[in-house]
């Protein structure tokens, strides 16, 4: 059965970091650009950062400001999220996707239905 699984979420203080994981199974990533969203109680899914399927271009949502750096290992299946000075703001369920020959306009509304998602990982940040 082919799917995305998130990792790394959890409770930070602000300014703190986080690393969240996107491992991918029963399927290969290499083919797929791949995009992190966030969706908070009440707001609308965000687009937060994608990359395209060779590791070559990437981008970001303007709320991240230098914050965020995405970043994948096809030989491992594996893409991930490195998260820094996180603020209240950043609290949101964060999920992983693909998109099968895409590219990093996935992460621009409208979305792209997805070839896969996975189901998410909490973000908290709180004092």
């Known amino acids: 059965q082919p799917q995305l699984v998130e990792s790394g979420g959890g409770l930070v203080q602000p300014g703190g970091s986080l690393t969240l994981s996107c491992a991918a199974s029963g399927f290969t990533l290499e083919n797929y650009a791949i995009g992190w969203f966030r969706q908070a109680p009440g707001k609308e899914r965000e687009g937060v950062s994608c990359?395209?399927?060779?590791?070559?271009?990437?981008n970001y949502a303007g709320f991240v400001k230098g914050r965020f750096a995405i970043s994948r290992d096809n030989a491992k299946n594996m893409v991930y999220l490195r998260m820094s000075s996180l603020t209240p703001e950043d609290t949101a369920i964060y999920f992983c996707a693909a998109e099968a020959f895409g590219t990093t306009a996935m992460c621009v509304p409208p979305y792209p239905e997805y070839d896969y998602r996975g189901q998410g990982t909490q973000v908290t940040v709180s004092s």
């Open positions: 990359i395209s399927s060779s590791g070559l271009s990437s």
